[in-house]
């Protein structure tokens, strides 16, 4: 059974704003990414760079998209004066959101066809390249109306919407490693000379919204102290990788263990925390049709060959230069 999430509308839909809003682009630097993509950039390029929603190319295209929408707009007992534009800036990981050029749909058209996000004060969103940020503009009610059947009238209800998303190749925030002591090893029933356990605590890796900070990862007290002490040692930086590699595969037989798993798509899974790992593996320098579709090959290869997928894992981190390293000392 798919859990594919659909929007589904009561109500007609206004044609010319969701024109207007799926031909829009989100500009940062010389990048841009058209509406449901995602950008990747450099940590400086994500920081520094002026970000700009693009709603046209000037001002009178967003004018003749009022004016065609008056028709549908009439069918649904509205008029433009009853509508709200607004853009809001969110990180999911730092739970924060913002909202920028919140106005009366009626100023959109002085307003311009750019819209700055970064300007003049940039937004908190904008300022974790490890957190990622989400964009997403909506034309929504202003005003709470009376209830009627296949109409719109709850305040906040959106016409028209679209999303983005700019992340940065190092928008996966990694797993922390906590101290395995004695007491912790009795409390998860663990044997006294074991060195590590990694859990999700019951948590879905498939969950959308999930992310790596999910996953526990317990390592023997003494020898995380040590490994602390001196991180870029050779034994020490080969350790947290191979302790990064086993928290990635615990995400993975996790994900296999849940119900619909095979039948599920990339894009029903890119959200979750094993959509976050996949994504590490993919070409991050690839333009979004071929990550996406890099992405699914991943999945598919997660579903028929897991051992496949850890295979290209390992290579993506490095772990083989680690060993060399360690063994050459």
Known sequence: MSTEQRDVRPFGSVG????????ALVIVGAESVENGGRLILEEDVFVRSNVV???????????????????DLADLDLTVGDLEFAVVLSSGYLKISEIRHRMPLSELVDAGADLSLSLPTRPLALRSPHSGCAIEVSIHLATEHAQKPLRPWRLGTWLAKAKWEIVTEHTFTGFTPQPLTPEKKREFDLPPKCVRYITLGGVSPLEEGVKEDSVEVWFEADLLGKMSASPKSKPSVALQMQLFLDAISVVVTESRMQEAFRMMSWAEVRDSLLGRVIELVAPSKANELARTAACATYLQIVKDNPARFMAYAEEQVGIAGAYDAGLDG
Do not use: N, P
Not at 16 to 23: M, P, V
Not at 53 to 71: E, M, P
């Open 53 to 71: 929603l693009r709603l046209a190319k000037d001002s009178s295209v967003v004018a003749d998209a009022f004016a065609a929408a008056k028709a």
């Open 16 to 23: 010319a704003f969701d024109a207007l809003l799926r031909h």
